[in-house]
């Protein structure tokens, strides 16, 4: 490990009685953004929005917005109108010496550019897609340390991690164990996996999410990218990060000292707790969720990673160590083939073999910029639309 990281070594405590703190959300209209926004109307003390962002659904934005008059109300594609004049606006609204914080929860690669942004503003960021750091963790760890922002996690495994490890000392950490709960497919078995429907696959046992990581969670697939946002997170070696299968999700991770200790932080399966400690960091706002009942759930389970049921973890790391353009282009790829699952037009055994053939067929770049990011980004996407489910026409190599 080469630096400290930056996520669990506040720069300071900030006053000693929480202020008001002002977010700009970045995804507000998805499943992290209505439940930020909870947090905002159940927390006036602390919490206000100085501007709520989304993608494309005016009509959801405006719902959102009706609730909170005082901040504004952004998308990023409008359509009909000029795409550059949006994302200008929206960099101004992250970027306005008015916000204390930038939440960013949109959808996938979308929410690079403008994080990338907010850390230049030197804007401590909440960040709950984890796209942002498989995608650019070197450029955004850069960026971090360059203007002295910080990123709090906002995935229940990561916000796990970073709570065991306050007050610890970056040499006593031996390895970073994050728990999975195996998705909705951990006992079905294995030849039936040929058959799996959407629906089926959209059901997930102990989260509710959107359908794009609940589909991740099906394949595992967000397991392996959790694993590299870890790696960037925390700054933690891909040798020194395991994964466990724990169904009830009531262990959210763990962190293995060199003593010997196992620190873990327990919760009921529900985003606003970890919502709440990114955000109201290092302050813990009261009465978030319920505690965990441990004598009426009786028994936590845990056992090792099927890795033939889930050969996403593999090629993730794969990825991972490849590094340079290597992690965007799975990311990008995954993106790709679970929309395509999603509309019918893939199989689910399918997504994770078109993921690694254009991970495999990827020349990576190991020069990281936003623009080699978003040129393997879009390479990526190519790749997998144009391949039939794992045998592909285009043999195209990734640009340089
Ligand atoms: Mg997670």
């Not at 609204?93 to 914080?101: E, G, L, Q, W, Y």
């Not at 999700?249 to 919502?275: T, Y």
Request: one cysteine or more.
């Amino acid at each position: 490990m080469t630096h400290v990281p930056s996520a669990f070594q506040p720069k300071e405590m900030r006053s000693p009685r929480p202020s008001l703190r002002r977010l700009a959300l970045l995804g507000a209209t998805g499943s992290i953004g209505r439940q930020v926004c909870d947090l905002v109307e159940r927390h006036p003390e602390r919490f206000a929005l100085h501007a709520l962002i989304a993608g494309t659904d005016a009509a959801a934005l405006e719902a959102v917005a009706r609730r909170h008059p005082e901040a504004h109300a952004l998308l990023a594609n409008p359509g009909g109108t000029d795409a550059g004049r949006a994302a200008r606006a929206i960099e101004e609204a992250i970027c306005d010496p008015d916000v204390d914080m930038v939440v960013v929860a949109a959808a996938g690669a979308a929410a690079l550019a403008p994080t990338l942004s907010a850390l230049d503003a030197g804007k401590d960021i909440a960040l709950a897609t984890k796209e942002v750091l498989v995608m650019a963790g070197e450029l955004v760890r850069d960026r971090m340390r360059r203007h002295g922002s910080q990123i709090f996690p906002i995935d229940s495994e990561h916000s796990a991690i970073w709570q065991c490890l306050w007050g610890e000392k970056e040499r006593a950490i031996r390895r970073l164990i994050l728990t999975g709960s195996g998705g909705p497919f951990l006992r079905r078995p294995l030849e039936t996996l040929e058959t799996v429907t959407i629906a089926e696959a959209l059901a997930h046992p102990r989260w509710k999410m959107g359908p794009k990581i609940t589909i991740d969670s099906a394949t595992m697939m967000n397991k392996g990218l959790e694993v590299i946002e870890a790696h960037f997170l925390f700054d933690v070696p891909y040798a020194d990060i395991d994964v466990i299968v724990h169904p009830e999700s009531v262990v959210h991770s763990m962190v293995e000292f060199v003593d010997g200790s196992v620190k873990a932080q327990l919760g009921v399966p529900d985003m606003h707790l970890p919502i709440s400690v990114a955000l109201g960091f290092p302050e813990r706002l009261e009465g978030i969720t319920p505690a965990p009942d441990l004598a009426a759930l009786g028994r936590l389970t845990f056992e090792a990673l099927d890795m033939v049921r889930y050969p996403a973890l593999a090629l993730a790391r794969e990825a991972g160590q490849r590094g340079g353009t290597a992690p965007a282009v799975l990311n990008a790829a995954n993106e790709e083939a679970v929309a395509l699952f999603l509309k019918g037009q893939r199989r689910f055994v399918e997504i994770v073999p078109s993921v690694r053939e254009a991970v495999e067929r990827a020349e990576p770049n190991q020069e990281l910029t936003l623009e080699t990011v978003i040129a393997a980004d879009h390479w990526a996407r190519a790749q997998v639309r144009t391949s039939a489910g794992g045998s592909s026409r285009v043999r195209s190599k990734l640009p340089a």
